[in-house]
């Protein structure tokens, strides 16, 4: 698709982002490869450099906090929640930004493994957060590990909401539309579902049960699913102009 060249970025500075290894005879898993190892040079060492200092953050933190469990994991889930805004920041903003987006666009490389390159390296940055920091501050969480991992799958989907909408919508609106979704989302929850409602009695009993959590994890990890896919159709149908902020 061509570019337009009032958008194009200089070609010195895309030069840095450009995956040269990828061809037209390359697999999808080649190219994926390539773009995961652009994606890591580009932004590991912020990445890692984030992560620690949001476990140091946590650390620290919980030395001031109540020692109980429920003020605890209520803090690092938070922190984590904020960090997967920086991961899609990092991965989607950044590179709208810089114009990487529209000169992959030149190249021979398919859109959706495009998109999949961005969901699995902002997973694989949720993931390693989550383990690491709820292991470290949380530790108490891994004995509950249904609830652990509807906590994980809440993460990824709402880091695959942040890596949706940014991708789909320029700047403030790329930022704050994940953010005003859960917000809504919880408005509502607290009206139909308060202390001591019939609603709030009936889900705590299904959570309580074997099957509770698994079915939440999995509905979670569909709606996941679906994100993904919807940013696959919307990116193979964009113009490059859609790309560039």
């Not at 949380?138 to 990824?156: D, I, K, M």
Request: hydrophobic share 50%; net charge positive; charged share 15%.
């Amino acid at each position: 698709m061509p570019v337009n060249s009032a958008h194009a970025c200089d070609r010195a500075k895309c030069d840095v982002h450009r995956p040269r290894s990828v061809s037209t005879k390359s697999p999808p898993w080649h190219q994926l490869r390539i773009l995961l190892a652009k994606d890591l040079y580009l932004h590991g060492k912020t990445g890692v450099a984030t992560l620690a200092g949001a476990l140091l953050f946590c650390e620290v933190s919980n030395r001031i906090i109540s020692s109980g469990i429920g003020p605890r994991l209520t803090f690092v889930v938070n922190v984590n929640f904020l960090l997967t805004l920086v991961w899609s920041e990092l991965l989607v903003t950044r590179e709208r930004t810089t114009g990487t987006f529209s000169w992959l666009r030149t190249l021979p490389v398919d859109d959706r493994t495009v998109v999949a390159s961005k969901f699995i390296g902002g997973s694989a940055w949720c993931v390693a957060c989550w383990i690491l920091s709820s292991g470290l501050s949380a530790p108490e969480l891994w004995h509950r590990l249904g609830t652990w991992f509807v906590l994980q799958a809440t993460l990824l989907t709402f880091g695959a909401l942040s890596l949706a909408s940014k991708w789909r919508f320029p700047n403030n609106l790329g930022h704050l539309l994940p953010v005003g979704m859960v917000a809504v989302l919880l408005g509502v929850v607290v009206a139909i579902a308060g202390d001591g409602t019939p609603t709030r009695i009936l889900w705590s009993s299904l959570w309580d049960t074997s099957f509770g959590r698994p079915i939440l994890t999995a509905a979670l990890l569909v709606l996941y699913a679906l994100i993904l896919g919807g940013t696959v159709w919307w990116v193979s149908h964009a113009d490059t102009e859609q790309f560039i902020d």
